[in-house]
Nanobody, 124 residues
Framework: QVQLIESGGGLVQAGGSLRLSCAAS????????MGWFRQAPGKEREFVAA????????YYTTAVKGRFTISRDNAQNTAHLQMNSLKPEDTDVYFC?????????????????WGHGAQVTVSS
């Protein structure tokens, strides 16, 4: 069983930056694809970014390309989402996700493990 704990959320002004971290425990982290999703109240959870187990392949939703960067440190069992040039519309609860399969499983929104979420609020 994999447990995921997010940290690094908070309040930031538009144009600012935040770095989310996801600490994983349990199964070998290095064999899992990782990803980030976000969800606003009353809306469906949406894909933000994903990274393959090796870190060589990354995927982003169009809305965050060029502003967000996903990365991972397999030695530290952590994944990160660096968020720059934040906009008010980036305000959401951000969830870390993990799956032992390919990154495509994460992108499709069906990963086997989820974190509990971290609030990100961007003020205008």
């Amino acid at each position: 069983q994999v447990q995921l704990i997010e940290s690094g959320g908070g309040l930031v002004q538009a144009g600012g930056s935040l770095r989310l971290s996801c600490a994983a425990s349990g199964r070998p982290f290095s064999t899992y694809a990782m990803g980030w999703f976000r969800q606003a109240p009353g809306k469906e959870r949406e894909f933000v970014a994903a990274i393959g187990w090796s870190g060589r392949t990354t995927y982003y939703t169009t809305a965050v390309k060029g502003r967000f960067t996903i990365s991972r440190d397999n030695a530290q069992n952590t994944a990160h989402l660096q968020m720059n040039s934040l906009k008010p519309e980036d305000t959401d609860v951000y969830f870390c996700a993990a799956d032992p399969g390919a990154a495509r499983t994460v992108i499709d929104g069906t990963p086997s493990h989820w974190g509990h979420g971290a609030q990100v609020t961007v003020s205008s």
